[in-house]
């Protein structure tokens, strides 16, 4: 029998779906609901155990890049770099060209530790309202497409879920989708769509995911792969 041998919490929750498991700072937690008894969670860890084991391994698992926003550090955008540059201005701002991110600061928030968070804020102030705009239309253009209707749509900047969809068809996507590749993001509208008919990760559920996205286990690993890249703070 598989040693669970790394430490874990187990989170009891309200949700009727599956048993989750987040791997957050190195450290595991599984979501359950609480209907799920303790003996089928630990096996369900032992099943799970080699790969929570890889995921403990990699670097990202136990740090997050500390973006400082410096002249010439680069950031994704919809799966491309971005080179970023300063300019100085009395009104704070970012203006998005082809292959780079200007960010327009005035002179006091361009060095320092107290400037870096400042420039932090303004980045991700830019990247949720990129995310209102580009996010609602790709869920309206797969709606067209798919056999379901959201109820509504929020858009949030979550550390680790991509997306989710409750029981009353109302959709949540991640703010930071927005640095991932547009195929990827509309797999993760997808797999939310899915969920109106199947709320769960049943063979089921990924059949019908399969359907209408057919490569949509290279797009999830790649979402797994490069996780501590789609990062952007705090």
Not at 26 to 36: D, F, I, K, N, S
Not at 86 to 102: F, M, N
Not at 157 to 178: E, F
Not at 198 to 204: D, K, L, Q, R, V
């Amino acid at each position: 029998m598989t040693q669970l041998n790394f430490p874990y919490q187990i989170k009891r929750t309200s949700r009727k779906g599956s048993v989750a498991i987040q791997i957050r700072d190195g450290q595991v937690r599984l979501l359950a609901p609480h209907r799920v008894p303790l003996r089928d969670l630990e096996a369900f860890l032992r099943s799970r155990a080699p790969w929570i084991h890889a995921q403990l391994q990699r670097p990202e698992a136990n740090s997050r890049p500390n973006h400082q926003l410096d002249a010439g550090d680069s950031l994704l955008l919809l799966g491309q770099q971005h080179r970023i540059r300063h300019s100085t201005a009395e009104q704070p701002g970012i203006v998005h060209r082809k292959g780079e991110l200007l960010l327009e600061l005035p002179a006091a928030y361009q060095a320092g530790e107290k400037a870096s968070q400042y420039r932090l804020h303004l980045m991700l102030d830019w990247y949720q309202r990129q995310a209102e705009s580009y996010l609602p239309e790709r869920l309206h253009n797969w709606e067209a497409r798919l056999p379901y209707q959201s109820s509504a749509l929020k858009i949030r900047y979550y550390k680790s879920r991509w997306g989710s969809c409750d029981h009353k068809r109302r959709i949540t996507l991640n703010t930071r989708l927005m640095l991932a590749p547009p195929a990827v993001i509309d797999y993760v509208i997808i797999h939310e769509l899915c969920h109106i008919r199947e709320m769960n990760h049943s063979p089921a559920f990924w059949q019908e995911v399969a359907r209408y996205c057919p490569q949509y286990k290279q797009r999830r690993g790649w979402l797994r792969s490069n996780r501590s890249d789609l990062w952007l703070g705090p």
